[in-house]
């Protein structure tokens, strides 16, 4: 529910970029990108990276032994306490990013491939293709975006790659929109425009400019899905749909946790774990929308 | 106003179209994919008696082929018809009766009170622009953006019930009391209809948990909306013209910013109560909330077709129809579009 | 030209500076401007000179962050040392102003009436019974035909010409003592725009209200202003009376102004005799 307004944000956001707004390369080493909050959310994005990289190196326990006693508050053994099975907590914690954050990219990879190749069809062909490809993102967007996916996660199945399949399905026709529109203005640029009337390929030109004029906003959109899709596949296994226990994922270990309240820190650090990243990714995407079009944060003057 | 009649009879074709569009999909949705209704609804040894499973599928049409269940179910819910689901072997009609309620109970609330805190909020964020009130107020909409709805929903449960005891434990009433009489399937009105005061009370204080909990959710979601919607308006040069004419701030502040920034903020909320029906899913759970979210939740584990297509096909009908009415609502308080 | 008695408005060494990364800017310098009573005083210069800013600075509508210096005397006080509240007895009162593009300028979800009304309502105290009156003889006044459907409409369902009207009316509204127009005509087609001009004219003789014209272009300046200030990056280079100014021009932006307003002129005598 949060999860789909979010979306229209970055989709509403994304989309007023102007065409000589959306280089990107380059300008990022000066002006105003580096302000302290950017540095911090990189920071984090970095620091959860570098956990899932060096997860068994980090990690003081195994996550899926049985290390302790069940259910042990947070002492100088166990930092964040032990779960039902005598689990690290910690540990799950730290292995469960090695979940989240690849799972995460390859949904929004995904996403963005798939409504990559269908907003270009729709822009390029026009007329029906552009029809049916839009009125099917309209169909897809007609459902809350959690109910769809947790609809087609249970129908597939539950597992890991079931949900991220569910949550490319319900998260495609975002970036088909955003290409879309992107190819329509490039379609109507003068030189391409030209460049029909002497016989020219357009495909190719078309390609070749799409490309850098949506890096834009497919950036902004894709740093703040990120964060989305990690929300949505906790929501997801939150809900049993996701990885098969005793798997350690974020969103199935609050699950665990809420079976028993007395028992909070087997629940509370793993929220705070999503909280922390999912926050980054949105401050990232909002740092890279204000570098992008700077006019969205200083006020207008004449 | 012929003009807007024509465009009100132009957004109900294509939402016509759509929800059409609604029941194909989700038809072949439940119906391509491999997971096996028979297997998912019978016990092992039932599945494994060719004939109880060739009576289940038999009795549920599942040995149709394909287009002719399609052409059945569109039929049916032509005349209201959902079907019968598995799971609870009832009407799907009339499931979504008893959970529909439950969940409007707490969505209506919840978004009446987001709205106007939202909009509260935004505008005294967007006239302190940059300042620690703006600031603090973007900062919480951010956290509010990034919570796992169900984490926020355990926290709130572990301190609102666990620790300070104020609220009860999730559900809808306590043990001792039964359900009033049913007339809307909302308790606290059923109860204040049959003068049941005490369990109207009751059922008031199991409201205020998920209704806070969904209200914070989407006063998050709204906020960066109607902050962003009302600088713009701020920046507008009308509202530099009611400032050259010496207007009081109170003037300008509600006739002046608040109507013109109400347009965008309106469309917003349209979508966000259509998925606030949905998508309380995660918050009903936690406070076992027998809401539409819950059943969706069900049925899906359960692989219950009926039901399946019944709550997707009702929010569908539901997301069309409050689009539409926001676009009616939206002509009426914007003249431009009318004349259009 | 101004008379023995004290001027309606005067602005004495008026600076604003506006802060930007690379340190403040001074956008108006040290501009001294008078306007009598009944007085027409046009204000000239290319856009950027600082025109804009001035009258921004005399309805305290600065951009944010800009910074006023000087005094601006009104009626015996300091516009500039006012109170938020004190400044708001005057601003839309006594001194009301017209933008240049009504189209922004008009709130587009208030009826043409309720922007007509409102701060009649609150200066006046009048009823809304008597504003509404009001309201059309004010229609009426700056020749929008039907006043009594006008009053009842929207913005948008005006010609850019009619919206203009509109505003005049509103800033008439309250009989303040001083108008400013700031590029009232620009942003209109030129076919409305001699008629706009007009109305401002014919309201100076009818009214007795003072104003402050805001031009770039000198031909409408000729044609209405009794004197005239050129401005050039942010202050006053000549100042007189406008025919004076304009027919013996003794600084060389003035000259290079006039030069320019000729050029234009003669390209749009030749537009004009090459359509059929």
């Known amino acids: ?302 | 106003m012929p003009p807007l009649l024509k465009m009100i009879g132009k957004r109900l074709l294509s939402a016509l179209v759509l929800l059409w569009g609604v029941t194909v999909v989700t038809f072949l949705l439940v119906n391509v994919v491999p997971g096996d209704a028979a297997a998912a609804n019978l016990s092992q040894q039932a599945y494994d008696d060719p004939e109880i499973r060739a009576a289940f599928e038999a009795k549920w049409g599942l040995d149709q082929p394909i287009w002719v269940q399609y052409v059945r179910y569109l039929g049916n819910i032509l005349q209201g018809d959902l079907g019968t689901s598995q799971q609870t072997h009832r009407p799907v009609a009339e499931d979504l009766g008893q959970y529909v309620p439950a969940t409007i109970e707490i969505a209506l609330p919840a978004m009446a009170l987001a709205i106007v805190i939202a909009v509260g909020l935004g505008m005294l964020a967007a006239m302190r622009k940059n300042r620690p009130t703006d600031t603090g107020i973007r900062s919480a909409a951010l956290v509010g953006l990034s919570t796992p709805p169900f984490w926020l929903a355990l926290v709130a449960l572990y301190v609102f019930f666990y620790l300070l005891g104020w609220v009860p434990n999730g559900g809808r009433l306590s043990n001792i009391y039964d359900p009033p009489p049913a007339v809307t399937g909302m308790y606290t009105v059923d109860a204040a209809i049959a003068g049941q005061w005490d369990v109207f009370g009751d059922a008031l204080w199991h409201l205020v948990l998920p209704v806070g909990i969904l209200t914070a959710l989407t006063v998050s979601g709204l906020l960066r909306f109607v902050r962003s919607a009302m600088i713009e308006v701020l920046d507008a040069e009308y509202i530099r013209s009611a400032i050259a004419k010496g207007l009081p701030r109170r003037i300008i502040t509600w006739r002046h910013v608040f109507r013109a920034g109400l347009l965008p903020v309106l469309t917003v909320s349209g979508l966000m109560l259509a998925s606030l029906l949905g998508g309380a899913v995660l918050v009903e759970q936690v406070l076992s909330w027998p809401g539409l979210g819950q059943y969706a939740y069900k049925s899906a584990i359960s692989l219950d077709l009926q039901a399946i297509l019944g709550v997707t096909l009702f929010i569908a009908v539901v997301y069309t129809l409050i689009n539409l009415l926001v676009d009616v609502l939206y002509s009426v308080i914007d003249p431009r579009i009318g004349a259009k | 030209m101004t008379t023995a008695a004290d001027p309606l408005l005067s602005i004495e060494g008026l600076s604003v500076t506006m802060p930007t990364p690379s340190g403040p800017v001074e956008l108006v310098h040290r501009t001294d401007i008078e306007i009598g009573e009944g007085e027409i005083v046009g204000l000239a210069g290319e856009s950027g000179s600082g025109k804009t800013m001035t009258a921004s600075a005399i309805m305290g509508i600065l951009p944010p962050g800009a910074r006023a210096g000087g005094r601006i005397m009104f009626e015996g006080r300091d516009l500039l040392s006012l109170s938020r509240a004190e400044l708001d007895t005057v601003r839309g009162n006594r001194i009301a102003i017209v933008f240049q593009d009504p189209s922004a300028a008009l709130h587009p979800l208030l009826t043409i009436g309720t922007q007509l009304t409102e701060h009649l309502i609150h200066h006046k105290g009048v009823t809304k019974k008597q504003a509404n009156a009001r309201a059309v003889e004010l229609l009426d006044l700056v020749r929008i035909r039907d006043p009594h459907h006008a009053v009842k409409a929207f913005p948008h369902q005006f010609s850019g010409g009619m919206r203009q009207r509109a505003a005049i009316a509103i800033a008439l509204a309250c009989e303040p003592r001083l108008l400013i127009a700031d590029e009232p005509t620009t942003a209109l087609d030129v076919t409305v725009q001699a008629g706009i001009l007009r109305l401002f004219d014919r309201l100076a003789r009818e009214t007795g209200v003072s104003m402050l014209f805001i031009t770039h272009d000198l031909g409408v300046m000729n044609s209405i202003a009794d004197r005239t200030y050129v401005f050039k990056d942010g202050t006053v280079v000549e100042s007189g009376v406008t025919t004076t100014i304009l027919n013996e021009p003794s600084h060389e932006y003035t000259k290079a102004l006039i030069a320019s307003r000729a050029q234009s002129l003669a390209e749009e005598r030749v537009q004009q005799e090459a359509r059929p």
């Open chain 1, 1 to 302: 529910m949060t999860i789909l307004p979010s979306d229209r944000v970055a989709v509403s956001r994304a989309s007023r970029f102007r065409r000589d707004r959306l280089r990107v390369g380059g300008s990022l080493g000066t002006g105003s990108f580096w302000r302290p909050l950017t540095v911090v959310s990189l920071g984090i994005i970095v620091l959860w990276c570098l956990l899932a990289a060096f997860a068994p190196w980090v990690a003081p326990y195994d996550p899926l032994e049985t290390v302790g006693d069940n259910l042990q508050p947070p002492s100088g053994a166990h930092w964040m306490g032990t779960d039902d099975l005598g689990r690290d907590v910690l540990s799950r914690l730290i292995w469960g990013s090695r979940l989240s954050l690849p799972l995460a990219v390859a949904i929004v990879a995904c996403s963005l491939l798939v409504g990559g190749i269908v907003g270009l069809a729709a822009g390029y062909f026009g007329k029906a293709v552009d029809n049916v490809a839009m009125r099917l993102a309209d169909l897809v967007l007609a459902f809350p975006q959690i109910i769809l996916a947790m609809a087609v996660a249970a129908a597939f199945g539950p597992s890991v790659g079931n949900a991220v399949l569910a949550l490319v399905i319900v998260s495609w026709p975002l970036y088909a929109r955003i290409i879309r529109s992107s190819v329509l203005s490039v379609r109507e640029q003068e030189y391409v425009v030209a460049g029909r009337m002497l016989g020219l390929p357009t495909l190719r030109s078309i390609v070749k400019d799409v490309i850098p004029n949506s890096a834009g906003p497919a950036l902004v959109m894709s740093t703040i899905e990120l964060g989305n899709a990690i929300l949505m596949l906790a929501a997801l296994s939150f809900l049993g749909l996701g990885p098969r226990p005793p798997a350690a994922e974020w969103g199935a270990m609050i699950a665990l946790g809420s079976q028993n309240l007395g028992n909070w820190w087997v629940s509370l650090f793993p929220g705070l774990a999503i909280l922390t990243i999912v926050m980054a990714f949105n401050l990232l995407g909002d740092a890279i929308q204000d570098h992008l079009d700077p006019r969205s944060r200083n006020a207008r003057t004449r």
